[in-house]
């Protein structure tokens, strides 16, 4: 069992940047692969950016590329997400998934074992 708990959210500028966290619980935090994802109201929660168990092997959705930045600490059971150059497109509530196992990356919803409760993120223009 792992338990997520995403931080960092907040109220930006557009042009401005945000850091969110996720924090778990748990002693095998490095065998998951980990993810996260947005939400808007009425849609369906779409992938934002992955990263595999090690750290080693990132990848991100078109629309957030060259803007945003996954990446994880091991030791600090943590996962975080650098986002530069925020626009207003990208407010949401973004959440943090944990797959157990998932020796590769992990691109949908379905794959993630774990959720945390989510963060808002909104941006102004």
């Known amino acids: 069992q792992v338990h997520l708990v995403e931080s960092g959210g907040g109220l930006v500028q557009a042009g401005g940047s945000l850091t969110l966290s996720c924090a778990a619980s748990?002693?095998?935090?490095?065998?998951?692969?980990m993810g996260w994802f947005r939400q808007t109201p009425g849609k369906e929660r779409e992938f934002v950016a992955t990263?595999?168990?090690?750290?080693?092997?990132?990848d991100y959705a078109d629309s957030v590329k060259g803007r945003f930045t996954i990446s994880r600490d091991n030791a600090k059971n943590t996962t975080y997400l650098q986002m530069n150059s925020l626009k207003p497109e990208d407010t949401a509530v973004y959440y943090c998934?944990?797959?157990?196992?998932?020796?590769?990356?992990?691109?949908?919803?379905?794959?993630?074992?774990?959720w945390g409760q989510g963060t808002q993120v909104t941006v102004s223009s």
């Open positions: 748990g002693r095998t935090f490095s065998t998951y692969a």
């Open positions: 990263i595999n168990w090690s750290g080693s092997s990132t």
């Open positions: 998934g944990a797959a157990q196992y998932l020796l590769r990356l992990g691109y949908m919803y379905s794959e993630y074992d774990y």
